[in-house]
């Protein structure tokens, strides 16, 4: 059964970086697409970015050329590199792994906010 814990997140002031990590286990993490997804209050869930296991990567238009998602096949972790923060990025970030086009397991979360 995979399982994923996320870490990294926290309080930063705008145009600050942070640095979000998956820790990936229960599985062969390579064969999985993995991704960022994000949930402010009162709004759904969406998605920020995507790897697949061929190290593609898409981003949602609102964070192109200010995150960057990777992933480290040897030690079963995603990243989330996240730079020139901005309030309305303030959410609680789930990393996920996806197989066949659909997602088979969630972290638990992990709280952004973005505040001077």
């Known amino acids: 059964q995979v399982q994923l814990v996320e870490s990294g997140g926290g309080l930063v002031q705008p145009g600050g970086s942070l640095r979000l990590s998956c820790a990936f286990s229960?599985?062969?993490?390579?064969?999985?697409?993995m991704g960022w997804y994000r949930q402010a209050p009162g709004k759904q869930r969406d998605m920020v970015a995507r790897?697949?296991?061929?190290?593609?990567?898409n981003y949602a238009d609102s964070v192109k050329g200010r995150f960057t998602i990777s992933r480290d096949n040897v030690n079963n972790t995603v990243y989330l590199q996240m730079n020139s923060l901005k309030p309305e990025d303030t959410a609680v970030y789930y990393c996920?792994?996806?197989?066949?086009?659909?997602?088979?397991?969630w972290g638990q979360g992990t709280q952004v906010t973005v505040s001077s």
């Open positions: 790897i697949t296991s061929g190290r593609s990567t």
């Open positions: 229960g599985s062969i993490f390579s064969i999985y697409h």
């Open positions: 996920s792994a996806a197989r066949y086009n659909t997602v088979q397991a």
